[in-house]
C-alpha cells in the first residue's frame, strides 16, 4: 500500500508542478478550444490569445485562470496515470508472456481511462475556470456549486471524450515514453545507454510529440462539452457545432498548436522531474 501510495504522490506531483508552471498555455489551448465562432471565421491564433489574456489581467491573468484546479486535476489523474502504470504494465507484460509494447500500451490505455473518470468533475471546473475565472466563487466551492445546479449530469459532462483523450494521451505520453526510453537504452549511444537525465529528456521528447497528435481532437470536444450547457454539451452538439464553424475533420484540429507548445514541455519537464521523484521516494527508474 505505501509503494502504490508512492507510485501516485510521484506521478500526480511532477504533473502538477508542470502544469503550475506551462498554465499559461493551458488557458490559451482552452479558450482557443472553447471560442465559439461564425461559420468560415478564421480561428484566433495563440499569440493573439495570450495577447488578450495579459491585456485582460496582466501577469496573473496568465498564470492564475483554473491553475488551483488544474493542479488538483493533475493529482487525481496523473496520479492514477502514472501511479498505476508500473504495476499494471508488469502485470500485462506477466500475463501476455512478455509482449511487452503491448503490455505498455494496454496499461496506459487503463489508467488513463481510469484516471479520466476519477477527475471528471475537477475537470469541468478546470475548464470553466479557465474560459472565465469568474465562473465560481472558488475552487473548493465549485464542485459542490457544480452539483447542486446541473447535478450529475454536470458533474459527468464530457466524461466520454474526456476519457477517450485521457486514455490517448496516456498511451501516446507515458507508453510511448516506455518504449522509446528502451529503444534508445538499447542503441547504447552514450549517454542513452543507462538511465538518467539525458536518456529522460530524449524519451520525453519523443512522448510530448505523440501525445499532442492522439489527443487533439479529443482535446477540442472534450473542451467544447464541460465548458457548454444543454445540447451545446453534448458530443452531438459538439460535432455538429465544430461542423458548422470549419467543416469536419479539419477543425477537430483548431488549438493543436497550443496543445503541442502545452503537451511537449509538459513531457519535457514532468518526465525527467518523475523519474527524480520516483528515485528520491526509494522507487526503480520507469
Not at 96 to 113: E, N, Q
Request: proline share 6%.
Amino acid at each position: 500500500m505505501n509503494y502504490l501510495f508512492l507510485e501516485f504522490l510521484a506521478g500526480g506531483l511532477s504533473n502538477a508542478l508542470t502544469s503550475g508552471v506551462l498554465n499559461p498555455l493551458d488557458v490559451a489551448k482552452t479558450r482557443m478550444q472553447t471560442q465559439r465562432r461564425a461559420p468560415g471565421a478564421p480561428a484566433p491564433s495563440l499569440l493573439a490569445t495570450l495577447r488578450a489574456m495579459r491585456a485582460a489581467g496582466g501577469v496573473t491573468g496568465l498564470f492564475l485562470p483554473g491553475l488551483a484546479a488544474s493542479a488538483i486535476r493533475e493529482m487525481l489523474y496523473s496520479g492514477v496515470k502514472a501511479g498505476l502504470y508500473v504495476p499494471l504494465r508488469d502485470l500485462f507484460v506477466s500475463a501476455g508472456g512478455g509482449s511487452d509494447a503491448a503490455a505498455k500500451v494496454a496499461a496506459a490505455l487503463s489508467t488513463g481511462l481510469l484516471g479520466s473518470i476519477l477527475a471528471n468533475p475537477i475537470d469541468v471546473v478546470k475548464i470553466r475556470l479557465m474560459r472565465d475565472p469568474s465562473a465560481y466563487r472558488s475552487t473548493l466551492r465549485a464542485v459542490p456549486e457544480l452539483a447542486r445546479a446541473e447535478g450529475a449530469a454536470g458533474l459527468l459532462r464530457g466524461l466520454a471524450p474526456s476519457a477517450l483523450r485521457g486514455a490517448c494521451v496516456s498511451a501516446g505520453e507515458i507508453a510511448t515514453y516506455d518504449i522509446a526510453k528502451g529503444a534508445l537504452r538499447g542503441s547504447g549511444a552514450a549517454p542513452l545507454g543507462r538511465d538518467g537525465v539525458p536518456l529522460h529528456v530524449a524519451a520525453s521528447l519523443v512522448a510530448g510529440a505523440a501525445a499532442a497528435v492522439v489527443a487533439a481532437p479529443w482535446d477540442l470536444i472534450k473542451a467544447r462539452a464541460m465548458s457548454g450547457t444543454g445540447e451545446a454539451g453534448t458530443l452531438r452538439g459538439v460535432l455538429r457545432g465544430l461542423a458548422l464553424e470549419g467543416g469536419l475533420p479539419g477543425s477537430l484540429f483548431v488549438g493543436v498548436l497550443p496543445a503541442y507548445m502545452h503537451l511537449g514541455p509538459h513531457a519535457l519537464i514532468a518526465f525527467p522531474v518523475f523519474e527524480q521523484l520516483r528515485h528520491v521516494f526509494g522507487l526503480s527508474y520507469l
